[in-house]
């Protein structure tokens, strides 16, 4: 069951838990994930902890004390995610030590509806690093022009960081750019480089959604051939425009220094429309130096039944961007559908943070 996992981490491909929960924690579910299926990292949401919350009574007792001590709902979310965001971490460090400090990685997300605000943002990310105090966690800042000189500030003071929100290649240009500028910042601090690590998490599955929407609304059978592809194309041409930076000058000039590079990561990877198989972003985003965060669904998916075929990503950028031009002459504005998928990102980011504190409100209440 886990031999198409053994293949995918072989190729290069990290594999993280897109899940997290106190009664996964303390089941040692997730232990287990990482002793059995080459588990290396997990990542988290706010609806993830939601989820958590309102099942079980694994949270019972800090409920309780948090109510006896009259601790507002803000608070309340901050101890409640950082106890399990520190405990996962603390699962997690065997695998950071044998990696060297790439792999084992746990993220937390900075308070989403501050994605339209740098200073905030920056705030948010120190008080969170300071409160997990573990070298192994990753703070999620958004790549909203907002967070881009925020992701640079915290790289510069030695916080490690997951870019989140990410769906233009412009944009993650401009998310390489800022963090190259974080870690000279760093180096120019004299901090250690190679501890300043960092990931940029491409979103994918969302993409395909949005355009095959359009596709479906143009009509032709041309538009229709087109479904289903431009997610997997955009994701490819992401990985192109990061071996552009990892080749440049101001690049080899931080690496000489002892820095490490940002790897991509493949996000929202369980497929939404179920006409497609459902390890889709999986098998054809294999190559070296990335990471997959998947959900516990797709990570199934792919010990059972995944195509796990070699590199599918380094080979197949002309094919690439002639997707990109198929779908530009069939109608799709890309500009708009990465804006719009932006936007709605924030949206469902602060919904699902006003989720949380609404669901931790209620538990509260009951506690």
Same mark, same amino acid.
């Given at each position: 069951m886990t031999e198409n996992l053994k293949r995918l981490t072989e190729q290069g491909v990290s594999i993280w838990l897109d899940d997290i929960?106190?009664?996964?924690?303390?089941?040692?579910?997730? %232990?287990?994930?990482?002793? +059995?299926?080459? =588990?290396? *990292? #997990?990542?988290?949401?706010?609806?993830?902890? $939601?989820?958590?919350?309102?099942?079980?009574?694994?949270? %019972?007792?800090?409920?309780? +004390?948090?109510? =006896?001590? *009259? #601790?507002?709902?803000?608070?309340?979310?901050? $101890?409640?995610?950082?106890?399990?965001?520190?405990?996962?971490?603390?699962?997690?460090?065997?695998?950071?030590?044998?990696?060297?400090?790439?792999?084992?990685?746990?993220?937390?997300?900075?308070?989403?509806?501050?994605?339209?605000?740098?200073?905030?943002?920056?705030?948010?990310?120190?008080?969170?690093?300071w409160l997990v105090d573990r070298p192994n966690l990753f703070i999620k800042i958004p790549a909203t022009v907002e967070g881009l000189p925020a992701i640079t500030a915290a790289l510069s003071e030695g916080i490690s960081v997951n870019v989140t929100l990410i769906f233009s290649l412009e944009r993650y240009r401009a998310v390489m750019d800022a963090w190259l500028a974080g870690l000279e910042g760093a180096k120019a601090k004299g901090l250690d480089l190679s501890a300043v690590e960092s990931v940029a998490s491409f979103f994918v599955s969302r993409v395909d959604t949005e355009i095959d929407k359009r596709l479906d609304a143009i009509g032709t059978d041309a538009a229709k051939a087109l479904k289903g592809k431009a997610a997997v194309a955009n994701a490819r041409l992401a990985y192109a425009a990061f071996e552009d930076v990892v080749n440049s000058a101001r690049w080899q000039a931080l690496r000489s220094a002892g820095a490490r590079p940002q790897r991509p990561l493949w996000a929202s990877t369980g497929t939404k429309n179920p006409a497609y198989p459902d390890t889709l972003y999986v098998d054809e985003?294999?190559?070296?130096?990335?990471?997959?965060?998947?959900?516990?669904?797709?990570?199934?998916?792919?010990?059972?039944?995944?195509?796990?075929?070699?590199?599918?990503?380094?080979?197949?950028?002309?094919?690439?961007?002639?997707?990109?031009?198929?779908?530009?002459?069939?109608?799709?504005?890309?500009?708009?559908?990465?804006?719009?998928?932006?936007?709605?990102?924030?949206?469902?980011?602060?919904?699902?943070?006003?989720?949380?504190?609404?669901?931790?409100?209620?538990e509260l209440k009951k506690a």
């Open positions: 929960s106190r009664e996964r924690l303390r089941s040692g579910n997730l %232990a287990q994930l990482v002793r +059995d299926k080459h =588990v290396v *990292g #997990v990542t988290s949401n706010p609806t993830i902890f $939601a989820s958590a919350l309102s099942k079980g009574d694994a949270y %019972a007792d800090q409920l309780h +004390d948090l109510k =006896v001590r *009259g #601790v507002d709902v803000g608070e309340a979310v901050r $101890a409640i995610t950082t106890y399990d965001i520190r405990w996962a971490c603390d699962v997690l460090r065997p695998v950071y030590d044998a990696s060297g400090g790439v792999d084992g990685r746990v993220s937390i997300e900075v308070d989403p509806r501050l994605a339209r605000d740098t200073e905030r943002t920056i705030a948010e990310a120190r008080a969170l690093w985003l294999v190559t070296a130096g990335t990471v997959n965060t998947m959900p516990e669904k797709t990570l199934d998916a792919t010990a059972d039944h995944g195509q796990i075929k070699g590199d599918t990503v380094r080979s197949f950028y002309e094919d690439a961007w002639n997707t990109m031009a198929a779908l530009k002459e069939a109608g799709i504005d890309y500009d708009d559908v990465v804006r719009v998928l932006e936007d709605e990102g924030v949206e469902k980011f602060e919904a699902s943070w006003n989720e949380l504190l609404e669901t931790v409100s209620a």
